[in-house]
């Protein structure tokens, strides 16, 4: 009987290891840096089969480079980012980084949860953004590789401690990255706490998949499944009104270049010097859904986003200023990128008709975004 035990244990370790080398997607480790406080920082690359490259630090879970093809088969980099590790520690504005506690703006850095009040840093003029001063995107995650069969994972973990930020409970949260043989990047985020805390994590890299980080993203065809938006106030945070997009600069219900509407004399186009706001989804489910796609005529690269989320933030780059260095030749002008945030309404925590950011003991946060290329 032992025997059989043995052969079966023999067999498990033989099919796992088999698996492990039949992965056609590969992860290669190499060093990054050391940041200021001297930790070594280490870049992880996915490559698919295809030629897709995904690279990913453990430094803020920070996408630096993601190649994809273009319709001759060009592979390019399409996210912008820094060549080295302290432009991220000291002047990032959200490259490619995993955003949290609580992705996006809360009004004047205060909620309270069961009538019990908290105060978090006010980062971003008079409210709080991205999780504040040391946000998730400033901290180190532990990152295991693993292997499937047709594609590759990085799982990152990070233990944000009770009343880190200001935020109540102590908080365990697993990013996982898996990139497979179809150019699909699946992002998943899970965290549980043990005290009620609010969550809402998101990744925020930006894109321009022309390849070439000196054109503006303007000429990008961008969709949103998305029938009304959030309006903001002059500080960006949403007045509470869920306003339909139709006949306002901000219905892409059909594909439009970003730039069409963009320079309209709008007073929501002006709070955001562009497009800087959180669209409704549509059919809000379990499920993922498709949320928004975005095609550059000039590689014919196509991205789609599908998540589980209520939102997605569109944000077109309009802080860039041109005095960031680029990791290639030149600086990263105005509107150089657009990020596609998908994740709940900002400042939840203070909009009772908005969806809930909140998280219990006991309970488990699962939300998923999947980033997927093609060319057309
Ligand atoms: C988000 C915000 C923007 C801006 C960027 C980072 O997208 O909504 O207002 O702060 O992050 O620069």
């Not at 995904?54 to 592979?75: C, E, H, L, M």
């Not at 990013?175 to 998943?188: P, R």
């Amino acid at each position: 009987m032992k025997n059989i035990y043995f052969l079966l244990l023999l067999f498990l370790i033989f099919t796992c290891e088999n698996i492990n080398n039949m992965s056609l997607v590969t992860i290669e480790k190499q060093f990054f840096g050391e940041t200021l406080d001297g930790n070594e920082i280490y870049e992880y690359i996915l490559k698919n089969e295809k030629g897709m490259e995904v690279s990913v630090i453990n430094y803020g879970g920070i996408i630096t480079s993601w190649k994809a093809k273009d319709r001759d088969d060009n592979y390019q980099d399409i996210v912008l980012g820094f060549d080295n590790i302290n432009d991220y520690e000291t002047k990032n504005p959200y490259f490619g980084a995993l955003i949290g506690r609580y992705g996006n703006r809360i009004a004047k850095g205060k909620f309270s949860i069961d009538d019990k009040n908290y105060t978090l840093a006010t980062n971003n003029d008079e409210n709080h953004l991205h999780g504040g001063l040391k946000g998730f995107d400033k901290v180190i995650w532990n990152i295991e590789e693993i292997f499937h069969e047709s594609s590759a994972s990085l799982v990152l973990k990070y233990i944000s401690s009770d009343m880190e930020e200001g935020y109540p409970g102590n908080l365990n949260v697993k990013v996982i990255y898996t990139l497979n043989n179809n150019d699909e990047l699946i992002v998943k985020y899970e965290a549980d706490t043990d005290k009620t805390t609010i969550v809402n994590l998101t990744q925020h890299s930006y894109f321009n998949l022309s390849g070439d980080f000196n054109q503006d993203i303007l000429n990008h065809e961008v969709k949103i499944n998305a029938d009304s938006f959030l309006p903001v106030d002059s500080t960006l945070i949403p007045t509470g009104e869920k306003r339909e997009v139709f006949d306002t600069p901000f219905d892409f219900l059909q594909p439009k270049k970003i730039g069409r509407d963009i320079e309209m004399d709008n007073e929501q186009i002006n709070y955001g010097n562009g497009y800087d706001h959180c669209w409704v989804l549509n059919k809000h489910t379990d499920e993922l859904q498709f949320v928004a796609s975005a095609y550059d005529d000039s590689s014919g690269r196509l991205l789609e986003v599908y998540s589980n989320q209520p939102g997605i933030q569109f944000y077109t780059g309009n802080f860039l200023d041109g005095s960031l260095k680029s990791k290639y030749e030149g600086n990263y002008k105005f509107r150089s990128g657009f990020c596609f945030e998908t994740q709940n309404f900002p400042n939840s925590p203070n909009e009772h008709s908005f969806p809930s950011a909140s998280l219990r003991p006991g309970e488990k946060y699962l939300t998923q975004t999947k980033f997927k290329f093609s060319v057309k």
